[in-house]
Each structure stands twice: as structure tokens, then as C-alpha cells.
């Protein structure tokens, strides 16, 4: 499965974004996919995931501001971003992850699949 994501662009401060993540196969059955963040010399962090049964998990620091959603039928992960923020900034990827947890919730796919990122640049 390829993961192809696109919708990243520059905006300030207080604007929105909507990410979409296109996949090449059925997404149906995946139990787990997310959007993650880089910015260089950090690590990669989680932003926010959504389970085969639309469980939704979100970072602290976006909770209230991104929405994730996923629609089955057209195989594609949506990140709505509002009220961005200059920290916000980075190179944002969709995943099937291997592995994630929240909490005392985790999943677990039988693959681990990421697209090549979509860039982000919020200014002040």
C-alpha cells in the first residue's frame, strides 16, 4: 500500500489547513492510521491517530484544533488543522503505523506504511 499525502502549504498564524492521505489500497481493514510531525532535530511525534472503529486519539498540543477523520469509502485519511500555530510547523506524514499507543489503548497493524510527508509552515 502507498500513502500519498497532499494539502501542506504556508499559512499564519490562525489559519487552517485540511491534509488529505490518498492510499493505492483499501483502508478498511486497517486498524490503525495516523498523522505524524518532524521538525528537524526533533523527534518524530504522534499528532493524531483514529481507529478501524473511528476512535479518535489526538496529541495535547492540538486537542480542540486538528480533527482527524477516515473515509473508508474513498481509501483517504483527512487532518483538518485549524487555528494553526507557528509550532505547528513541520513535515506532517500518514501512516499505518506498526504500533501505537495512547495511553493504556494500543493497536497494532500487520504492516507499517508511511507516506513521503506533506510540508507544513505556519509564520507568526
Known amino acids: 500500500v502507498q500513502l500519498v499525502e497532499s494539502g501542506g502549504g504556508s499559512v499564519q498564524s490562525g489559519g487552517s489547513l485540511r491534509l488529505s492521505c490518498a492510499a493505492s489500497?483499501?483502508?478498511?481493514?486497517?486498524?490503525?492510521m495516523g498523522w505524524y510531525r518532524q521538525v528537524p532535530g526533533k523527534e518524530r511525534e504522534s499528532v493524531a491517530a483514529i481507529s478501524k472503529g473511528g476512535r479518535e486519539h489526538y496529541a495535547d498540543s492540538v486537542k480542540g484544533r486538528f480533527t482527524i477523520a477516515r473515509d473508508n469509502t474513498k481509501n483517504t485519511l483527512y487532518l483538518q488543522m485549524n487555528s494553526l500555530k507557528p509550532e505547528d510547523t513541520g513535515m506532517y506524514y500518514c501512516?499505518?503505523?506498526?504500533?501505537?499507543?495512547?495511553?493504556?489503548?494500543?493497536?497494532?497493524?500487520?504492516?507499517?506504511?508511511w507516506g513521503q510527508g506533506t510540508q507544513v509552515t505556519v509564520s507568526s
Open positions: 489500497g483499501n483502508i478498511a481493514g486497517v486498524n490503525l
Open positions: 501512516a499505518a503505523p506498526y504500533t501505537y499507543c495512547s495511553g493504556y489503548e494500543c493497536y497494532r497493524n500487520d504492516y507499517n506504511y
